[in-house]
């Protein structure tokens, strides 16, 4: 897995709301907008993401599309839910950049690359979880993050899991 970079993270997803930081995402939007349509794909941003914007190995697939649709939820648009729009756009960087940390510690989490994390995973990392988010039970957090009873833990139920519990791996990440 790739280092994370986080200031280069901060710098290439302009979020916050301040004059700055929406001039560089209306320049950005533009830059990834290619055709001049106003509207960006999943395939468009997942490219602008990897490649353009240098966050290839940073920013997985995974939390690539999920933050796509998470921002098209969030904001409410009744627009085409294939393709963000600049309304959406700084929803969706911000949700990125919050999702590229919850991917960082799925995939410290699941270490036999599944894309899944079994309950013996999730025991095993007990330690380093309980870092990030405090102590817990790891049966029985297993089990509310396993919404679906399947066995594992899918990518989106961590993502709630964590959320709900304001996993905080930035912060922490150094003494890993």
Same mark, same amino acid.
């Given at each position: 897995?790739?280092?994370? !970079?986080? !200031?280069?993270?901060?710098?290439?997803?302009?979020?916050?709301?301040?004059?700055?930081?929406?001039?560089? &995402?209306?320049?950005?939007?533009?830059?990834?907008?290619?055709?001049?349509?106003?509207?960006?794909?999943?395939? @468009?941003?997942?490219?602008?993401?990897?490649?353009?914007?240098?966050?290839?190995?940073? /920013?997985?697939?995974?939390?690539?599309?999920? /933050?796509?649709?998470?921002?098209?939820?969030?904001?409410?648009?009744?627009?085409?839910?294939?393709?963000?729009?600049?309304?959406?756009?700084?929803?969706?960087?911000?949700?990125?950049?919050?999702?590229?940390?919850? !991917?960082?510690?799925?995939?410290?989490?699941?270490?036999?690359?599944?894309?899944?994390?079994?309950?013996?995973?999730?025991?095993?990392?007990?330690?380093?979880?309980?870092?990030?988010?405090?102590?817990?039970? /790891? @049966?029985?957090?297993?089990?509310?993050? !396993?919404?679906?009873?399947?066995?594992?833990? &899918?990518?989106?139920?961590?993502?709630?899991? /964590?959320?709900?519990?304001?996993?905080?791996?930035?912060?922490?990440?150094?003494?890993?």
């Amino acid at each position: 897995m790739t280092e994370v !970079d986080w !200031d280069l993270i901060k710098r290439k997803l302009p979020f916050q709301k301040d004059d700055k930081s929406k001039a560089l &995402r209306k320049d950005l939007f533009k830059q990834i907008d290619k055709n001049g349509s106003r509207k960006i794909s999943l395939a @468009e941003m997942d490219a602008a993401v990897r490649l353009d914007m240098g966050l290839d190995g940073m /920013a997985s697939k995974n939390a690539i599309d999920t /933050a796509f649709h998470k921002a098209k939820k969030i904001s409410g648009n009744k627009g085409d839910s294939d393709y963000i729009e600049f309304i959406e756009f700084r929803y969706f960087l911000e949700t990125l950049r919050r999702y590229i940390e919850i !991917d960082v510690a799925f995939k410290k989490v699941d270490v036999d690359g599944t894309n899944n994390i079994t309950l013996v995973e999730f025991k095993t990392a007990q330690d380093k979880l309980s870092v990030w988010i405090g102590d817990f039970d /790891a @049966e029985e957090e297993f089990k509310k993050c !396993d919404k679906d009873g399947s066995g594992y833990i &899918r990518f989106s139920e961590f993502v709630d899991w /964590a959320l709900e519990r304001n996993l905080d791996l930035e912060d922490d990440d150094d003494l890993l």
